[in-house]
Nanobody, 127 residues
Framework: QVQFVESGGGLVQSGGSLSLSCSAS????????LGWYRQAPGKVRELVAT?????????????KYADSVKGRFTISGDLAKNTVNLQMNSLNSDDTAVYYC???????????????WGQGTQVTVSS
């Protein structure tokens, strides 16, 4: 029902930068939230950054960041076009993880919101 195209990621030295991109397509009526989560080995999946535009945000784009990435990562995107980007600077070994594109949206013909996940892209920061 929803397909993702994720790009970016890879291997970078500590202190370096990487960028991730994600676009969602399919039987989509409206995207409410689009962003990134990550999961490091042996750890639970955690929020990295998201953009939300729904009734709770009064239909304004509201950005949320994990405390651990504030000041280093920047999320940007266009929810109307179902695209989101993540610029990651000053990377360190704690940022090593699989990064997943995430969306909460309404499908066409549906009266409720659903969550979907991309397949994930590996980010490895070497020290």
């Amino acid at each position: 029902q929803v397909q993702f195209v994720e790009s970016g990621g890879g291997l970078v030295q500590s202190g370096g930068s990487l960028s991730l991109s994600c676009s969602a397509s399919g039987n989509i009526y409206k995207v409410w939230t689009l962003g990134w989560y990550r999961q490091a080995p042996g750890k639970v999946r955690e929020l990295v950054a998201t953009i939300t535009n729904d009734i709770d945000t009064k239909y304004e784009d509201v950005v949320k960041y994990a405390d651990s990435v504030k000041g280093r990562f920047t999320i940007s995107g266009d929810l109307a076009k179902n695209t989101v980007n993540l610029q990651m600077n000053s990377l360190n070994s704690d940022d090593t993880a699989v990064y997943y594109c995430y969306t909460e949206l309404a499908l066409k013909g549906s009266s409720w919101s659903e969550e979907f996940w991309g397949q994930g892209t590996q980010v490895t920061v070497s020290s």
